[in-house]
């Protein structure tokens, strides 16, 4: 036995046995840990990106997985029986009569939007891109109808556009002899886009005057010095500069124009004919008014192939056409 001192008094340990140091404890042998920082990062993400899952799951997978259940069956809600058909409800798409208007009146419709919105809201935006006094109240007047609630908004214009109404009582002070605009096909094509043009431009006129700010000026000076006129400054220095918000605007219009239900509701109810019935009125009509949840069911699932289908167009042909994409 051997022994050590400790203040005077020996402390005998066994043999071979190694003394145990002073001071601090050794470190234990750490081995793998579960919760590791990349793990509690990863964990911490998804917690806030849960709430958004969860409503999309509630409210975007969970109504598209019952409108194609509902589509595979034939129930009509007033009666509430339903029966499975399987893929009947697809079958009558293709024997529809009134479909191929309905798809007629929707391009027309879309279209129109898209083309006049777009067009309308860049030229809005470059002029007010200008520095002059006053325009910051031009910018609010062209964006205040954004803010207005869409039914109101349509019920104002419904009352302007009448035979008797404020559109025509104006015409008819420099003797023009204004036509019934909601009760005529062309017309009530035309003013159901008019109205939705006005109301929405506000927002695509921001966006613009957003990405025309923040065109360096630098290459303005250098296209000046070099002679360069001002069609040729838009068409290879602030279109090519501005075509990402370009993209984002258009794909946006093409959304909210197959999207659009109230303007045809309040102002033509889809008439006169089938000449303003867009799909997705079709499919409320069909629906709602026919009570065929079914083929209305059906229907919807067209249109969502329609706007994921043109989104994805937009977005393969934006590698033609975009520039400076981040």
Known sequence: MTGTRTAGRPVRRAAGRPAAPTGDRPARASGPTFWTTRRRDHLTGYLFILPQLVGVAVFVLLPVGM????????????????????GANYAALADDPQLPKVLLAT?????????????????????????????????????????VSVVAWTLVWGFLLQDNG??????????????????????????????????????????????????????YEAARIDGA???????????????????????????????????????????????????????????????????????ALMLLSFVMLLTLLQWQLRRKWVFYED
Request: proline residues 3%; hydrophobic residues 50%; positive net charge.
């Open 107 to 147: 391009a027309l419709f879309s279209g129109g939007v898209v083309i006049v919105n777009i067009t309308l809201g860049l030229l809005i935006a470059v002029l007010l891109n200008w520095r002059f006094r006053g325009v910051t109240v031009f910018r609010t007047l062209f964006f205040s109808p954004v803010v």
């Open 166 to 219: 404020g559109i025509n009582a104006l015409l008819n002070t420099v003797g023009i002899d204004g036509p019934n605009w909601l009760k005529e096909g062309d017309t009530a094509m035309v003013s159901v886009i008019l109205t939705q043009v006005v109301r929405s431009v506000g927002v695509n006129m921001v966006l613009f005057l957003a990405a025309l700010q923040g065109v360096p000026r630098e290459l």
């Open 229 to 299: 006129n001002s069609r040729t400054v838009f068409a290879r220095i602030t279109l090519p500069m501005i075509s990402p918000t370009v993209l984002l605007t258009v794909i946006v219009t093409v959304v909210g124009a197959l999207q659009s239900f109230a303007q045809i509701a309040v102002l033509t109810g889809g008439g006169p004919g089938l000449s303003t019935t867009v799909l997705v009125y079709y499919v409320y009509q069909q629906a709602f008014k026919f009570n065929d949840i079914g083929y209305g069911s059906t229907l």
């Open 67 to 86: 409108a194609v259940w509902y589509s595979l069956n034939k129930w009509n809600i007033f009666t509430g029986r339903q029966t499975f058909v399987g």
